[in-house]
């Protein structure tokens, strides 16, 4: 199937791209990577009158260092933040979780921005951003603004972001010293959206206690969401806390949904496996510290 019939506007500043989706409304929808978009509009589960391309647009690609925190433009592919040499030094849960995003056919035109405007309840970026408590920056007719990324995943496919706003860029912490990570996630094939997955972070003091943790899960629920109850009882435990009760604990606070491809109760409890899973490698990763 092809798509409805659509103009195409290719601007090349983010004001001229917010005067085009304010003036068409919901007519418009911005176009990134196209490879959540594309396959939308080809099997007509969306028709939109205008895409408003952001391939053209001046600034929105690439990935720089700055007080404390790794900013990736929007723009920039997921491939680009794969093979990142700064990305794998100071943002590692990045590294980490892209090469879980579908096939690198799709990363190399797939977009940060755009994984995480889309906000697929199974998606690995939008659950890092979780994590790492990430700051989106958008750009709207009212200029720039700033929204936690726990703010920004409002429902499924749904973000904070009016019509009219773009996502510019993504503000990542840097890592520090004691700290590891990882992604953890359960799919029918490689590159299949996650029936469940979590990206997790652990910090550390010099005698490996642990001082802070962030558990993020996808595929649970229509956003990501952090397990706060068994992030607050992974502090304090050293090496012989029970990570499987850990992770019993994270998906207890969830109700996955049954579907096609797995019952909730699957969901819940290879959850709760990939969640220890997870903690132990980023536990591990922190008390060695960084190599
Ligand atoms: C076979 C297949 C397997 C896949 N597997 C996975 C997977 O395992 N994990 C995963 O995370 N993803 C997966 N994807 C989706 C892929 O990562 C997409 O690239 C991603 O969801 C959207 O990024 P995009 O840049 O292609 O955005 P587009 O498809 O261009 O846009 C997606 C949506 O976001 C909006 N948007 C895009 N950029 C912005 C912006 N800067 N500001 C505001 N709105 C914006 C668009 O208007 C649209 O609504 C898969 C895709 C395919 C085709």
Known sequence: MKAAPFRYHAPSTV????????????????????????????????????????????GLRGV????????????????????????????????????HIGHFQIRNRGTVGGSIAHADPAAELPAVAMALDAVMEVGGPEGAREVRAADFFTSMWTTSLADN?????????????????AVSEVARRHGDFALVGTACAVSVDGGGVVTDAAIALFGVGPTPVRAASAEEALVGTGPDADLGEIGRLALSGVDPNDD???????????GAAIVARALGTARDEARGGRS
Do not use: W
Request: hydrophobic content about 45%; overall charge negative.
């Open 15 to 58: 004001a001229e791209a917010v005067d085009l989706l304010t003036e068409h409304g919901d007519e418009a929808k911005v176009l990134a990577g196209g490879q959540s978009l594309v396959p939308i509009m080809a099997l007509r589960l969306g028709r939109y009158g205008h895409l408003v391309d952001l391939n053209r647009v001046d």
């Open 64 to 99: 720089e260092a700055a007080n404390g925190h790794v900013r990736v433009g929007a723009m920039t592919t997921q491939s680009a933040v794969e093979h990142d040499p700064m990305i794998a030094d100071r943002v590692p849960l990045v590294a980490a979780a892209a090469p």
């Open 165 to 181: 706003e773009i996502l510019t860029a993504v503000r990542f912490p840097v890592r520090s010293e004691l700290q590891g990570f």
């Open 260 to 270: 096609v491809h797995a019952s909730g109760d699957y969901r819940r409890r290879a």
